[in-house]
């Protein structure tokens, strides 16, 4: 079974500080697939990253980095000098062989000015 | 159209109505997934249908939840005898290909059902 977890609820900053997002997920499969989403208030989610089980470099994207570590099962994404408009909820996801995405609990991000 | 459609974008209903929520996939894309989203929480599957066959029906929670897509486009998610319980936002997805599991799948911004 897969299983991801979100362990921070809620994440307060201020306008220009860095924000790390932690996930960390579970699976007995050696091939799998990761994700980031966000979901701001109009509902939609908007696909963020997309990770490969075999391919742990790290990727910056911007104001965005997420940092891929199988020996801890974890794929956390910072924003760097955050905004009010990256304020959302954050989803981690996880695909191994099958059609359905498991999703975390996610974690909402407020960005203060 | 550039995006998932979903209609209505809010759904009321009283207890033990049927309901029936539309989703417009991306043209051309060939899976397309339904999610429910229960308040404060992450989406969780319900079906899933390659072109109009539906592969995996797992998560459906009970046999009042109903989908179709006869056309192997727009997909109808039916829900017979609704309860307070299936209050939720009720998400679609469509991807480009099948369910090879990198595959990328974009969403609508979902139809929120309230059962009253």
């Known amino acids: 079974a897969q299983k991801v977890t979100q362990a921070q609820t809620e994440i307060s900053v201020v306008e220009k500080e860095d924000v790390t997002l932690d996930c960390v997920y579970e699976?007995?499969?050696?091939?799998?697939?990761l994700f980031w989403y966000k979901q701001p208030p109009s509902g939609e989610l908007v696909f963020l990253i997309r990770?490969?089980?075999?391919?742990?470099q790290n990727e910056i994207s911007g104001r965005y980095s997420w940092n891929f570590q199988k020996s801890t099962s974890s794929f956390n994404f910072t924003i760097t000098a955050s905004q009010v408009v990256d304020s959302a909820v954050y989803f981690c996801?996880?695909?191994?062989?099958?059609?359905?995405?498991?999703f975390g609990e996610g974690t909402q991000l407020t960005v203060n000015p | 159209g550039a995006g998932v459609s979903q209609s209505p974008r809010y759904k009321v209903a009283k207890r033990g109505q049927d309901v029936a929520l539309r989703c417009d996939p991306i043209?051309?894309?060939?899976?397309l997934f339904w999610y429910q989203q229960a308040l404060g929480q992450g989406p969780e599957f319900l079906t899933y249908?390659?072109?109009?066959?539906?592969?995996?029906k797992s998560g459906l929670p009970s046999d009042r939840f109903f989908a179709e897509r006869p056309e192997g486009s727009v997909s109808t998610l039916k829900i017979q005898r609704t309860q307070q319980e299936d209050s939720a936002v009720y998400l679609c997805?469509?991807?480009?290909?099948?369910?090879?599991?990198?595959?990328?799948?974009?969403f609508g911004a979902g139809t929120r059902l309230s059962v009253l």
């Open positions: 996801a996880l695909r191994t062989s099958g059609s359905r995405l498991t």
């Open positions: 249908f390659q072109n109009e066959a539906q592969l995996d």
């Open positions: 699976t007995r499969d050696t091939t799998y697939y």
């Open positions: 043209s051309g894309h060939v899976s």
């Open positions: 990770r490969n089980s075999f391919d742990e």
């Open positions: 997805a469509s991807s480009s290909l099948g369910s090879l599991a990198k595959n990328i799948q974009y």
